[in-house]
């Protein structure tokens, strides 16, 4: 017995020994790739000695006696923090994630192809003026010199990641860099899954005066009717609405309803600012990932010092301050896609009808190669309104009419972007009025430009904006047959048309993704805008006092209270509040009564410590679904998130829109009081099953948790807790601190889409600017700057952005000298 024992001791040593070493292992490779930022390197392709300082944040700041070099130094800073994540970008737009990720990405790679990002990206490399062809390339150079550094010193392939799965890496050009920005276009645009959803939701309904309830315009004077989606494409069938879309994939660029773009962005003279200098405050809003999509930092160019947020891939500063000029960005919302039903030839499939009769598509074979698996071989199809998409995705087939297929116009797909161009004039620009021309060849994603400089502020839509015909059936907010000349794009606005607004007399300018014209179609901008709740709270922070402060725009930015809430609660709860008597302990009856005493008594601030928020969150959620569920049926599933203005129109009643709150398929007439009532016990058994029934001992920030996740290793056991960074957050759907729900069981409120970066400019005294990122600098889960700055973003809290040399030395960790080779 002794002797057995003694046996399995030295076995289970033996093991435990085996997986220490094979831990130590992992590591030991993991950590080959965490980059050396002190050392001495001679590389191939540089111009001029490039220095990149890192402080200790790990901002870098590059310095460098010619632009080449400033931009060399870029590429190679982000290869050295981020190189997992730009080759994934990479190989998105390409539609070359199945080669590594098998055949779980097999739907997004089908997509991208569609669109052929990457073939129009490297079209459009000709199209660039000479500044940034040179910056291009410069940046590439950059990049490659980073992988021939760990190619040849063996740096464990550059990232973790690279260990796990088998990608291999060719060297960046500078087509990759245009295909980025195209994909983060893909990132920001959602029009034409609106006008999906709009023409299912009219399929589905009864009654098709209710569409605009559940899909409202914006305030102000809009459209009074449309056309029934089913007299545009005859021979669907109202019935056919129950087509799910395919799992979305984390790595799918193609936001969920909802979430794509989103951002804040305010400006304030000289004579409104305390100080008696501009501000400028801005807070872009993407997907939560780990790392951030945002990295920091400073280029010291020719024309002067830039600093700011940069995303890996793109060799400009996307948000930021030189000396003279800062910028902001908010997505502009533009209407820039348009689907379009084209019509088969019936004797000849490979020919669909135009104006002119009918005509061949244009088509080009394309191999998807997937790990482990044959390859499969697409036909691409373009017309000449644009690519065709694949039926299978996003509710296509619900509103294709048999013998015909979509195809989608959109501004991005241009084989001539010269977006690249514009971005890095800006960077070069020194007064509001230089950058407002500098900008102008910006193609998309449409964005709203915020401005200042030492004495003016400025806002301007940068973006192509389609010119329409105005006897456009749908005015594009629908589907449309293709083969109808009023329903093609005849090109697109002047830049001259974007809206602009230009020192105004009030000295303050703003936007939260709000309606910034109204305008008539067709040159109205868009019907669908991502805001009609934030822009009331902004509007009272900026008027509430005669002067801002660099102080009181970062409260702005982190301001939870919800104007939805204030709003929305006395009206659904206007019969509820203390009404019978009190009911017995333990009843749904007194649990409901405690319920409504808290929400009563709160001021709609959705802190993440407080118990209201949740279940406020938790009752809205639960009452739009009883109003829509019986109406849309399947449909209903999209609806994800609750729009304010369709609960406000129907307890209301605008226009008869309490018409919701009935049952249809019951027998008794159910009031809006009845729905709210329910929805409320709906909420409340939800609540107490997932957090339990002690309403005060609840914790907004327990279920409103930041996913800063990684968007491959994210769901792998253990290694999760190593790749993930979670945070309990303050603020919701509808407050400035936005932090965007997932409304997907079984966590629907966690924070999935907010401000990933956060900046106020002070240039009354610049170097009090600051800036800060959600996760940290790094890319490699074993660096220390892998998540140092996450703590910091969740608190409110921001670091110094300043451009003077010597404080950059003074605070160096690290320095980076880059000799060219002789």
Sequence with gaps: MGKLFRWLMRIATALVALGVAAVMLVWFLASQSLPDYDQTLTVEGLDAPVEILRDNANVPHILSASDGGVFFGLGYAHAQDRLWQMMVLRRTAQGRLSEVFGAATVPVDRLMRRYDLYRLAGQSVGAQDDLALAALEAYAAGVNARLAEIND???????????????????????????????????????????????????????????????????????????????????????????????????????????????????????????????????????????????????????????????????????????????????????????????????NPEEYLTPDGYKRFETRPSIIEIRDQPAITLTLRWTENGPVLPG???????????????????????????????????????????????????????????????????????????????????????????????????????????????????????????????????????????????????????????????????????????????????????????????APEGTSERQRQEALKLLAEWNGEMNEHLPEPLIYSAWLRALQKRLIEDDLGPVAQEFAHVEPLFIERVFRDVDGASAWCDVRLSARVETCTDMARLALDDALVWIGDTYGTALESLRWGDAHQATHDHPVLGDVPVLRYFVNIRQSTSGGDNTLLRGRMSGQDPDPFENVHGAGYRGVYDFADPDSSVFVISTGQSGHFLSRHYDDLAQLWRRGEYIPMSLDLDLARAASVGVTTLLPAQ
């Excluded at 893909?186 to 709009?198: A, C, D, P, T």
């Excluded at 609405?241 to 794509?260: E, F, N, S, W, Y």
Aim: overall charge negative; charged content about 20%.
């Design 392 to 582: 299978g995705r996003f509710g296509l087939d619900a509103i294709t009419p048999p013998g015909h297929v979509v195809s989608l116009s959109w501004t991005a797909l241009s084989p001539n972007d010269t977006t690249m161009s514009a971005a890095l004039a800006l960077l070069e620009s020194d007064s509001v009025n230089a950058a407002m021309d500098a900008i102008e060849p910006f193609v998309a994603p449409a964005q709203n430009l915020s401005l200042v400089d030492h004495d003016t502020i400025a806002l301007k839509l940068v973006g192509a904006i389609p010119a329409r015909d105005p006897g456009h059936q749908s005015k594009g907010r629908l589907p449309s047959q293709g083969w109808r000349a009023e329903n093609r794009w005849t090109g697109t606005l002047p830049y001259a048309d974007n809206p602009e607004f230009v020192a105004p007399a009030g000295g303050i300018l703003g936007n939260t993704n709000n309606k910034i014209v109204d305008r008539p179609f067709p040159d109205h901008v868009s019907y669908l805008w991502g805001d009609s709740q934030r822009i009331q709270r902004w509007q009272r922070l900026m008027q509430s006092r005669e002067v801002h402060t660099r102080d009181s725009f970062i409260e702005a930015q982190l301001d939870p209270v919800s104007v939805t809430a204030r709003t929305l609660l006395p009206l659904i709860g206007a019969d509820l509040w203390f009404t019978g008597e009190a």
């Design 153 to 347: 010193r063996a740096l464990g392939r550059g990232a973790p990641e690279m260990f796990l799965f088998d990608m291999p890496v060719a060297p960046w050009r500078p087509a990759d860099s245009i295909a980025v920005i195209k994909l983060m276009a893909v990132q920001l645009s959602g029009q034409f899954r609106n006008e999906i959803l709009r023409a299912r939701v009219s399929l589905a309904l009864s009654d098709p005066a209710r569409l605009v309830d559940i899909m409202p315009d914006m305030p102000g004077q809009g459209v009074a009717a449309l056309p029934e989606y089913a007299d545009l494409a005859p021979g669907v069938r109202r019935q056919a609405l129950a087509v799910p879309d395919l799992p979305r994939h984390p790595l799918d660029p193609v936001a969920a309803i909802g979430l794509a773009g989103a951002s804040n962005a305010w400006t304030a003279a000289p004579t409104r600012s305390a100080s008696g200098g501009t501000l400028l405050a801005n807070d872009p809003h993407l997907g939560f990932t780990a790392p951030s999509i945002w990295y920091l930092a400073r280029l010291e160019l020719q024309s002067g010092g830039v600093i700011g947020g940069t995303i890996p891939g793109i060799p400009a500063v996307l948000t930021g301050r030189s000396a003279r000029l800062g910028w902001g960005l908010t997505s502009a919302y533009v209407d820039d896609q348009d689907l379009h039903i084209e019509k088969l030839n019936p004797d």
